[in-house]
């Protein structure tokens, strides 16, 4: 057993972390104040090669594996959660399912492109109808010759903005479901029936696009059928199980984050005549969180190596997920008891990391679905089956 | 043409505290970076590279544990880099370094041009490019901000009193650079995972040679000695200047004034 990251993870993650101090932290508030989403900052992490981290070379990639893009989800955490927002929709999950279900020609076409940052990928899943129940999709694909007639739409769709290519779940057998009649289509935005209908106004994660999608007699090319013709839900479960792993990454970089800065603060504020750090509240704040944060770093380094050789890491991407979150929210709300009122004021950046760690409890399957995942995993175990 | 550009490491400030009172440096995070000013020379070298084409050859500044640095390099843009195994000495040593680089240099069949920062971080030496130059006989620009080359000659912009001159020089010659003088890039990501994994092309870039095979033992034999060492005193404190926006004008102004080389 060795838990040490190997040299080319640590040069990784050297360059990935000088590269977000000096070109993302400076801006991540005026991200967040100004609404702006950071293509300028995905531009640059494309030149570098860091949006093809854990993609083949052959394909535009660096090769870095699923413990580089941990480490990236982590150093980009860290600085800025909209920048690992952005990030993880588009490696994470939108890119992904073509890394693991295309064909060598979608991915020459589509995932070389968007592993240089050329452009930007996003993942259709969610419907008003089909949020945690995701198999109940209602977005329509009819054969038509050579294409496919897409109609429908989609929201709560990150990156859906500004994304150039969207990998979308739609139902090509309605009397199938889940099982046999969902397709994974890869759409190019600029195909005529596109429309991004609204982009929506949240509280946290403002520097990115949460965008609605409508499809209006969308033509799609039989040749971006992403894997088999019904058997796009697996496409699509497989991609969430990547990208619930590296969201846990993007939560321990952003919960060290707000341990160093509980800890200055801890040393600088005096009251009672001494540093917040002499207080036993405090030290036991400080202590709780530091311990879930390394549990939170093991369990994260651990299902990466799982996915590096090749291990099932299912249930355990779904631990990831769930307690990363979980910790990032608890690690956040304890850094602002120690902060006191200043803490939730915007000269601090806890207030934004409050509203930011918010969505990582909900989005890419909610912790409630992360428990379902997890129990049902457990149960089958012992040959029960249970259905959400 | 080929650019030789001398690179070495410093302790990650942003790991360590320094504590002038205890007299003692407490290394929280043993990371290294590449020294800013070397790192400066680099993306001169890179330019010079770019603008005029040329091979970029990286050499270590010091004996190094490990050849991280020069793995930066290539994985920047270095066309090829030797690791200069040797004895790490306790203190940074110019005058033996620059009679191995020589020796590097003539075996790398010599060089039209070498950069190299003008002072490090940690130590703020600056010797290490006068003392080559000197020693090849060349032109040497020192501390330059930006350097081009045309007609066979570098041309520079350095810092002069109060203002910046145009100098240039024939080639072959020495720059070197200023901390922060370039804005330097980033490395390459994919060749910084081929270039630590040992794999493609650039994974033959780097070599190793000893310094025992460069030079003779005696040219090894450090020239500096480690006595102590003591940390400069307490800076003063400023002056808080109080009265009215006038008064603290005319304040600062005489304080201004007063500091003004007559």
């Known amino acids: ?388 | 043409m080929r650019i030789i550009v001398i690179l070495g490491r410093v302790l990650d400030p942003r790991g360590i505290v320094v504590n002038p009172r205890a007299g003692r440096i407490f290394v929280n995070r043993e990371e290294y970076i590449l020294q800013p000013a070397d790192r400066c020379a680099l993306e001169a070298a890179l330019q010079i590279k770019e603008a005029v084409g040329a091979e970029v050859v990286a050499l270590p500044r010091a004996f190094l544990p490990d050849d991280d640095v020069l793995r930066q390099a290539l994985a920047t843009g270095a066309d090829r880099a030797v690791y200069i195994a040797g004895k790490p000495s306790a203190l940074p040593d110019d005058g033996v370094m620059a009679r191995v680089l020589l020796a590097a240099i003539e075996r790398l069949g010599g060089a039209d041009l070498i950069l190299t920062g003008a002072t490090t971080l940690d130590a703020g030496q600056g010797q290490l490019g006068p003392r080559l130059a000197e020693a090849l006989g060349w032109p040497q620009i020192v501390g330059a901000w930006t350097a081009e080359v045309a007609d066979g000659s570098v041309r520079a912009v350095r810092q002069d009193g109060g203002g910046y001159v145009w100098v240039e020089a024939p080639l072959p010659a020495v720059v070197t650079f200023v901390p922060g003088a370039l804005k330097p890039r980033y490395p390459d990501g994919r060749r910084l995972i081929n270039i630590y994994k040992g794999v493609g092309e650039i994974a033959a870039a780097l070599e190793r040679w000893e310094a025992k095979d460069l030079v003779t033992p005696e040219a090894l034999a450090p020239m500096l000695e480690r006595r102590g060492q003591e940390f400069p005193p307490e800076r003063e404190r400023g002056v808080r200047l109080t009265g009215s926006l006038e008064e603290i004008a005319r304040s600062a102004a005489d304080a201004l004034r007063a500091r003004l080389p007559r």
């Open chain 1, 1 to 388: 057993m060795d838990f040490t990251f190997s040299p080319e993870h640590q040069a990784l993650r050297r360059m990935i972390r000088e590269f977000a101090e000096t070109e993302i932290a400076p801006v991540a508030a005026e991200l967040d104040r100004e609404h702006k989403v950071p293509r300028d900052i995905m531009r640059k992490l494309g030149e570098i090669g860091l949006l093809g981290v854990c993609f083949p070379q052959e394909y535009g990639g660096m090769g870095a594996g699923e413990t580089g893009y941990c480490i990236l989800m982590e150093e980009l955490g860290r600085v800025c959660a909209n920048t690992a927002v952005n990030v993880g929709a588009h490696i994470g999950i939108g890119a992904m399912c073509i890394h693991l279900d295309g064909t060598p020609e979608q991915k020459r076409k589509y995932l070389t492109p968007l592993a240089r940052g050329e452009k930007i990928a996003a993942f259709g899943l969610t419907e008003s109808n089909a949020g945690s129940d995701a198999a109940n999709v209602r977005t329509r694909a009819v054969r038509e010759g050579d294409s496919w007639i897409l109609d429908g739409g989609k929201v709560f769709i990150t990156n859906g903005g500004y994304a150039d290519i969207i990998t979308v779940l739609a139902v090509t057998d309605p009397a199938l479901g889940a099982r046999g009649g969902i397709t994974a289509f890869i759409v190019e935005t600029d195909s005529p029936g596109f429309k991004v209908a609204r982009e929506e106004d949240k509280m946290g994660i403002r520097g990115s696009s949460t965008a609605e999608l409508v499809f209006e007699e969308l033509r799609v090319p039989h040749e971006n059928v992403l894997g088999k013709v019904g058997e796009g839900f697996v496409t699509f479960m497989k991609s969430l199980d990547m990208g619930r792993l590296t969201l846990g990454a993007a939560c321990l970089g952003g919960a060290q984050k707000v341990l160093e800065q509980a800890v200055y603060w801890a040393k600088t504020r005096v009251q009672f005549g001494e540093a917040l750090a002499h207080k036993q509240a405090v030290q036991w704040m400080i202590a709780n969180m530091a311990t879930e944060i390394e549990a939170l770093r093991s369990l994260v380094y651990r299902v990466a190596w799982l996915v590096d050789t090749g291990q099932p890491f299912t249930q355990l991407a779904a631990m990831c997920k769930l307690y990363g979150s979980e910790v990032l929210s608890r690690a956040v709300d304890m850094a602002i008891q120690i902060h006191g009122g200043l803490g939730i004021t915007r000269d601090f950046p806890l207030e934004r990391a409050f509203r930011d760690a918010r969505i990582n409890e909900i989005f890419e399957g909610t912790n409630e679905v992360q428990r379902i995942v997890i129990a049902s995993n457990i149960f089958r175990e012992f040959g029960v089956r249970i259905r959400p």
